[in-house]
């Protein structure tokens, strides 16, 4: 198992489309533990391919108290969504910003796992802010460009003043 390092928004790579994983070999079994272990580390309740600068359809989450439940899905597509909620969202590519965004209450999920087998999954509450979120990180998409531009703006300018300190 390796660590492995996460891009920050606004690096451009963030904004890359992944493609479908084609084939479910163990260079995609190695990325998932890979990606669970950055993940676990950080640590964070969910992590997706783009954000290690891999740009396949791969996300890992676990949104369990005792981190004992990890979920990986392999091209993973919403098959349908009711509801609304609002859920004060955290990223690992956006350190240290928190905003609330609405996104639907309940997803069903399709998806492929470790074997390259179909399942399907209904979630709910975090769990399913959680798989919407790293689906958008496959499309390119940060959670940040969900808020209005006034906020992007600020977002950036404290996110650059952050890396003029640590620098
Ligand atoms: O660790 C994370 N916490 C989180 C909290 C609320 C809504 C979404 C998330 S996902 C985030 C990890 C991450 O950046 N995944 O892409
Ligand atoms: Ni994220």
Redesign the pocket.
Same mark, same amino acid.
């Given at each position: 198992m390796a660590l492995l390092p996460?891009l920050r928004y606004p690096d451009p790579r963030l904004h890359k489309k992944a493609t479908s994983v084609s084939q479910v070999d163990d260079s995609v079994r190695k990325l998932i533990a890979d990606m669970a272990e950055t993940?676990y580390e950080?640590?964070?309740?969910? !992590?997706?391919a783009t954000?290690v600068d891999v740009h396949k359809r791969v996300?890992v989450?676990d949104v369990s108290e005792d981190k004992s439940t990890l979920l990986a899905f392999i091209n993973p597509e919403i098959l349908e969504r009711s509801g609304e909620q609002a859920?004060?969202?955290?990223? !690992?590519?956006?350190p240290g910003i928190?905003e609330k965004?609405i996104r639907s209450e309940r997803v069903k999920v399709r998806a492929l796992d470790l074997q390259g087998k179909p399942f399907t999954l209904q979630a709910e509450g975090?769990l399913a802010?959680?798989v919407q979120?790293?689906i958008?990180?496959l499309e390119g998409k940060v959670?940040v460009e969900h808020l209005s531009q006034l906020k992007q703006g600020r977002i950036k300018a404290k996110l650059a003043k952050q890396a003029r300190i640590t620098a």
């Amino acid at each position: 198992m390796a660590l492995l390092p996460i891009l920050r928004y606004p690096d451009p790579r963030l904004h890359k489309k992944a493609t479908s994983v084609s084939q479910v070999d163990d260079s995609v079994r190695k990325l998932i533990a890979d990606m669970a272990e950055t993940m676990y580390e950080a640590p964070g309740i969910g !992590l997706a391919a783009t954000q290690v600068d891999v740009h396949k359809r791969v996300i890992v989450i676990d949104v369990s108290e005792d981190k004992s439940t990890l979920l990986a899905f392999i091209n993973p597509e919403i098959l349908e969504r009711s509801g609304e909620q609002a859920c004060e969202e955290g990223c !690992l590519s956006v350190p240290g910003i928190y905003e609330k965004v609405i996104r639907s209450e309940r997803v069903k999920v399709r998806a492929l796992d470790l074997q390259g087998k179909p399942f399907t999954l209904q979630a709910e509450g975090l769990l399913a802010v959680c798989v919407q979120h790293e689906i958008d990180h496959l499309e390119g998409k940060v959670f940040v460009e969900h808020l209005s531009q006034l906020k992007q703006g600020r977002i950036k300018a404290k996110l650059a003043k952050q890396a003029r300190i640590t620098a």
